[in-house]
């Protein structure tokens, strides 16, 4: 079993659509958690921490479930600058971060 | 700005040479990394440091080399023993703190065989 693992998608979704994606971790020890974005070709950049109360940075919402094991990414209203590909990153060792491979948003007119 | 430089952007290597990846930083990170992307693929760790001096195996070390001889500086060697080197080649850092701050990445290389 991967220790992290994301739907790859794509992700068809229209302007203004509310969209969401889990993402599931192996290690119950699992200590920080993050939603990265990546566009095509670049490199990923940090979109979120996640927090155990669950937080909201605009139009994203991001929240973790620790019974279950995963994460989540809410995405409200969406636009077509949101395409691309979101990763989820799972922390459980100092210093050593696991990435998700990844799911794919496509935004449509 | 403060940030990560990596180069080259595109580099093409022959069979059974050894090439070097540069990278650089001017945010006075102590940890760096060096991950591997596939198509379809997550990153995956090549090698990891900590400090000036030390660095350690990641996941995926095989065939690979670093130094870390400087605080700013963490060049990749990727070896003849690389059987599979055309990747995409993600360095990043950290604060020491990174649960709370995440990595920053440079904007890779992508390494091709010829």
């Known amino acids: 079993r991967k220790e992290v693992e994301q739907d790859p998608g794509p992700f068809n979704v229209p302007e203004g659509a509310t969209v969401a994606f889990n993402c599931t971790y192996s290690?119950?020890?699992?200590?920080?958690f993050f939603w990265y974005r990546q566009d095509c070709r670049k490199e990923p950049k940090l979109l979120m921490s996640?927090?155990?109360s669950g937080n909201e940075d605009g139009r994203f919402t991001a929240q973790l479930n620790r019974a279950s094991q995963y994460i989540s990414l809410l995405i409200r209203d969406s636009k077509l600058s949101d395409s691309a590909t979101y990763l989820c990153?799972?922390?459980?060792?100092?210093?050593?971060?696991?990435f998700g491979s990844g799911t794919k948003l496509n935004v449509k007119p | 700005d403060g940030g990560i430089t990596q180069s080259p952007k595109y580099l093409f290597r022959k069979e059974g040479q050894n090439v070097t990846l540069s990278c650089e930083q001017n945010?006075?990170?102590?940890?760096m990394y060096w991950y591997r992307q596939d198509p379809g693929q997550g990153l995956r760790l090549i090698y990891y440091s900590q400090i000036v001096n030390d660095f350690q195996k990641g996941d995926i070390a095989e065939g690979y080399s670093v130094s870390r001889e400087k605080k700013e500086s963490f060049p990749l060697t990727v070896t003849s023993a690389q059987k599979n080197p055309t990747a995409f080649y993600l360095c990043?850092?950290?604060?020491?703190?990174?649960?709370?701050?995440?990595?920053?990445f440079g904007s890779g290389t992508r390494l091709t065989v010829v």
């Open positions: 290690n119950s020890a699992s200590q920080s």
């Open positions: 945010l006075n990170h102590d940890a």
């Open positions: 990153v799972v922390n459980w060792n100092f210093n050593k971060f696991y």
């Open positions: 996640v927090y155990s």
């Open positions: 990043a850092s950290s604060k020491d703190s990174i649960v709370n701050y995440g990595y920053t």
